[in-house]
């Protein structure tokens, strides 16, 4: 069974967007196992760059490798689900099985998260959407990909 963290700063508050994320890594569970973690907001001045700094240690302690790490960034390129199933497998193959998704907080990624050309980042497109709604957004693309990756009906290609 694959595993995935999600890491991502704050607490969802928005009505709803924790029930929402619930629902789909419930839906999730028969085909991956989901953990997530919240970190708390930086200060609003040091914000970005303390939550990505502190971000690239945790992946450390955790022993996490770029290779299995993908960061959700507004300005990087949006990908197709397909796509994002074809590097979901690859993933999978490199990081024996474990994909860490990194969501920042509301301030977006630090230069030594942004300018790090070895680190994968995704966009949901080219609109901005709060950290929470991207985690949202992130667990019901994670049940479609993992429907996907075992032929199961839930989207239809």
């Not at 029930?19 to 708390?40: G, W």
């Not at 990194?102 to 949901?124: M, N, R, T, Y």
Request: hydrophobic share 35%; glycine share 8%; with cysteine.
């Amino acid at each position: 069974m694959f595993r995935v963290v999600i890491i991502s700063f704050g607490k969802l508050k928005l009505p709803g967007s924790r029930s929402l994320c619930d629902y789909y890594l419930r839906n999730c569970a028969r085909f991956i196992k989901v953990d997530e973690i919240e970190l708390p907001l930086g200060p609003q001045k040091m914000g970005q760059e303390a939550e990505s700094k502190h971000l690239l240690q945790l992946l450390g302690k955790l022993k996490v490798s770029s290779s299995q790490a993908i960061f959700l960034d507004e300005k990087a390129p949006s990908q197709s689900t397909k796509k994002w199933l074809e590097s979901w497998n690859r993933k999978c193959r490199q990081g024996n099985g474990l994909i860490v998704y990194a969501i920042g907080g509301p301030f977006g990624w630090h230069g030594c998260i942004k300018d790090d050309q070895s680190l994968e980042k995704v966009s949901f497109g080219l609109q901005t959407h709060s950290h929470e709604l991207s985690r949202v957004i992130l667990c019901e693309q994670l049940y479609r990909v993992g429907s996907l990756s075992q032929a199961h009906p839930f989207h239809n290609p």
